[in-house]
């Protein structure tokens, strides 16, 4: 089993920035991928961005340019920074772990964008 505790979501202007963390515990296989998707009300959940232990990243062009993601692996922690936020970015974002042929979801953390 692994767990995901997702933190650093809110409210904020349109143009703010906010930096959301999923900490990772539990069964960590080293070879690991983790990722942010989103779901906004109405619509399917989406990817946002996603970074292997190997170090691949991968941005849905809806966010390039705006969004960094990083990982700490010696904290099995990832980040993502989002800046230049627009208020089409409003949802729960949620964080996922894949590793071992298993997935994990965190609990989701709202983000809101006010215009």
């Known amino acids: 089993q692994v767990q995901l505790v997702e933190s650093g979501g809110g409210l904020v202007q349109a143009g703010g920035s906010l930096r959301l963390s999923c900490a990772a515990s539990g069964s960590i296989f080293r070879t690991n991928t983790m990722g942010w998707y989103r779901q906004a009300p109405g619509k399917q959940r989406e990817l946002v961005a996603s970074i292997s232990s190997g170090g691949t990243i991968y941005y849905a062009d809806s966010v390039k340019g705006r969004f960094t993601i990083s990982r700490d692996n010696a904290k099995n922690t990832v980040y993502v920074q989002m800046n230049s936020l627009k208020p089409e970015d409003s949802a729960v974002y949620y964080c996922?772990?894949?590793?071992?042929?298993?997935?994990?979801w965190g609990q989701g953390t709202q983000v809101t964008v006010s215009s």
């Open positions: 996922k772990y894949s590793g071992n042929w298993r997935n994990y």
